[in-house]
């Protein structure tokens, strides 16, 4: 491994990131709110820490390797997610422990969106923006904004994008990498400003349509209110969300061709994508049908409500209603569930991702079949094309690593006191990226003990990586040459 080389792209991406302050630092000047310095000093400090990484290793080589890529990607998101953390432990406003910033910043950078703040309508305006606004930065990954950027400054960048995007993902949009990079964030910037366009027009004020956008295309779940979006109690900014939440939810390179060819075949042509839009329709009408029995009386005002409610949470998105701190036991349990599930592939969805849920219900099929015809050879097929057999052991391999991890870190919550509905919620709502959990996770996470907090944090890094990426340099292969 080229440390050298390491520590130096470590520093250029810190210096990066320190211009990613200047934003929340406009924002507070703007609204007066009395925390430009923690910003501005936040800014210092992790651009004056990412010259003390580049300095000393500016003469490194710059050839890297696929295993030097995994190590920046996993050692970037524990080391941003510190940095990320400074302006909110620097807050006056805030006054919260070094554990619960980093906890915060985690969950924003990862798009998880459980947070340990108890009065968020209280916060400075600079403070909310930047929370979306890191979950903005971590929704498409600060690592594909750095592929774009960084064979600027003498770095390549296509280990760094196999490494952030490990798992089953589209091939690249263009023929080179730096230029995939750029058009998903094209995309991602267009996709941002009509979602805020359409908040705005449906009733949300510009400060909180532009924060919303950030989050909702980001499926990140962190709002400006405490009621989230039970505070406008409006279809309209619910069905723009339900739209847009669904919308990022899809394979972005799908976006990018559309957006290029100027036609939507690309979505019908698009298996992974029909099979996700199957889901979404079918937890909406089980979650309607299943408040209607409860009821026996639904309004078309109840069903939109309801509908966000479903497709928020198995979207692993995370913004809630009134509905989400009413009903218990099935519906909220079935929701955290399909959350498993997520989104597609290229999106920035969490979960396990659509497509491997494809495939493993194809492959448990072609199971059965071969059960009744021994000798036959049956190919797993996406459309008329079949699954290559290694891509099927892998998909079960990390099916099986992520039962085991989520299992693992079940236990280690519930040893530490941890009720059963807790602990499974919280665990689901953190490696899937999900953020609301059940029983003392149901509003915020802040009353749980600072060590389940650090395992917790843990646990959204490794649902972000998609596991592999993180668990790959445990073992002795990754470090023999």
């Given at each position: 491994m080229q440390i050298k080389s390491v520590i130096r792209i470590l520093g250029l991406l810190l210096m990066l990131f320190s211009l990613a302050i200047i934003p929340p630092i406009i924002v507070s000047i703007i609204y007066q709110d009395n925390e430009t310095w923690s910003f501005f000093y936040a800014l210092i400090l992790i651009l004056v820490s990412g010259l003390f990484l580049w300095l000393p290793s500016m003469q490194a080589k710059t050839d890297m390797k696929l295993r030097d890529g995994f190590i920046i990607v996993v050692l970037f998101w524990f080391v941003l997610s510190t940095f990320a953390s400074l302006p909110m432990i620097l807050s006056e406003s805030l006054d919260i422990s070094i554990t619960n910033a980093i906890f915060e910043s985690v969950s924003g950078l990862t798009t998880t969106g459980a947070t340990i703040l108890k009065d968020i309508d209280s916060l400075p305006e600079s403070i909310l923006f930047y929370r979306q606004?890191?979950?903005?930065?971590?929704?498409?990954?600060?690592?594909?904004?750095?592929?774009?950027?960084?064979?600027?400054?003498?770095?390549?960048?296509?280990?760094?994008?196999?490494?952030?995007?490990?798992?089953?993902?589209?091939?690249?949009?263009?023929?080179?990498?730096?230029?995939?990079?750029?058009?998903?964030?094209?995309?991602?910037?267009?996709?941002?400003?009509?979602?805020?366009?359409?908040?705005?027009?449906?009733?949300?004020?510009?400060?909180?349509?532009?924060?919303?956008?950030?989050?909702?295309?980001?499926?990140?779940?962190?709002?400006?209110?405490?009621?989230?979006?039970?505070?406008?109690?409006?279809?309209?900014?619910?069905?723009?969300?339900?739209?847009?939440?669904?919308?990022?939810?899809?394979?972005?390179?799908?976006?990018?061709?559309?957006?290029?060819?100027?036609?939507?075949?690309?979505?019908?042509?698009?298996?992974?994508?029909?099979?996700?839009?199957?889901?979404?329709?079918?937890?909406?009408?089980?979650?309607?049908?299943?408040?209607?029995?409860?009821?026996?009386?639904?309004?078309?005002?109840?069903?939109?409500?309801?509908?966000f409610y479903a497709i928020s949470i198995s979207t692993t998105t995370g913004f809630t209603n009134s509905n989400y701190f009413v009903y218990v036991g099935f519906l909220p349990l079935l929701l955290i569930l399909f959350s498993f599930i997520g989104g597609c592939a290229g999106s920035t969805a969490g979960g396990m991702k659509a497509i491997r849920i494809l495939l493993l219900s194809k492959q448990g099929y072609r199971e059965l079949r071969r059960l009744v015809h021994p000798n036959s050879k049956i190919k797993v097929k996406i459309g008329n094309t079949a699954v290559n057999e290694r891509t099927l052991e892998t998909i079960w391999g990390f099916f099986a690593i992520y039962v085991f991890v989520f299992l693992t870190v079940l236990l280690l919550l519930m040893f530490s006191g941890l009720d059963f509905l807790t602990s499974f919620s919280a665990v689901a709502a953190t490696i899937n990226n999900l953020g609301p959990g059940q029983g003392e996770v149901l509003y915020n996470y802040a009353n749980i003990s600072d060590i389940n907090k650090w395992i917790l944090s843990l646990c959204m890094i490794v649902g972000r990586l998609e596991i592999f990426t993180l668990l790959v340099i445990f073992i002795p292969d990754f470090w023999k040459k």
């Open positions: 606004y890191l979950q903005w930065l971590g929704g498409l990954g600060i690592i594909v904004l750095a592929v774009a950027v960084l064979p600027m400054l003498g770095v390549g960048g296509m280990h760094l994008y196999k490494a952030e995007v490990a798992g089953p993902i589209k091939n690249k949009i263009t023929p080179r990498i730096t230029e995939t990079a750029k058009w998903l964030w094209v995309v991602y910037l267009t996709m941002t400003f009509f979602c805020a366009l359409g908040y705005y027009i449906a009733g949300m004020s510009a400060f909180d349509s532009i924060c919303h956008s950030f989050s909702t295309i980001a499926i990140g779940g962190f709002s400006t209110h405490n009621e989230s979006f039970g505070y406008y109690n409006n279809q309209w900014i619910e069905l723009v969300a339900i739209f847009f939440m669904i919308a990022a939810c899809l394979n972005f390179s799908l976006h990018y061709l559309a957006f290029k060819n100027k036609s939507i075949s690309v979505y019908k042509n698009d298996n992974e994508a029909y099979f996700f839009i199957f889901l979404i329709f079918l937890i909406s009408l089980i979650t309607i049908f299943y408040i209607y029995n409860q009821s026996l009386d639904i309004t078309l005002r109840e069903v939109i409500k309801n509908a």
